[in-house]
């Protein structure tokens, strides 16, 4: 879902669409827009598990600083999605622990 018309910020812009891919499933997202903006707009609200009790996580602080929205992009763990920008063919997964090759999943 995403809001087209804001009392404020007036019409949506017409922006670039690519695709990116998330757990495998191809999603159409803003160029340029954050990741987790793309995300959200897909009703994708957990982006990460914690290591020790498995704990899903997402969306908190929105400004970078939390890492709850860190995610494993183009095979890249931790990457904060909520200040990352979409690019074309980007591959994001869903991070389970410290994600892949970094020890425990
Ligand atoms: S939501 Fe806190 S770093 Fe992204």
Redesign the pocket.
């Known amino acids: 879902m995403r809001i087209k018309e804001h009392v404020i910020l007036g019409q949506e812009e017409a922006t670039k669409m690519v695709e990116i891919t998330v757990d495998g499933k191809k999603l159409m997202a803003k160029e340029g827009e954050p990741i987790?903006a793309a995300l959200l707009a897909e009703n994708i609200i957990i982006n990460r598990y914690t290591v020790k009790r498995k704990e899903p996580r997402?969306?908190?602080?929105?400004?970078?600083?939390?890492?709850?929205?860190?995610m494993v992009v183009n095979g890249k763990p931790n990457v904060?999605?909520?200040?990352t920008p979409v690019e074309q063919g980007m591959v994001i997964k869903t991070q389970y622990g410290v994600g892949e090759g970094g020890g425990e999943k």
């Open positions: 987790l997402g969306l908190f602080c929105g400004i970078g600083q939390c890492t709850d929205c860190a904060r999605t909520c200040i």
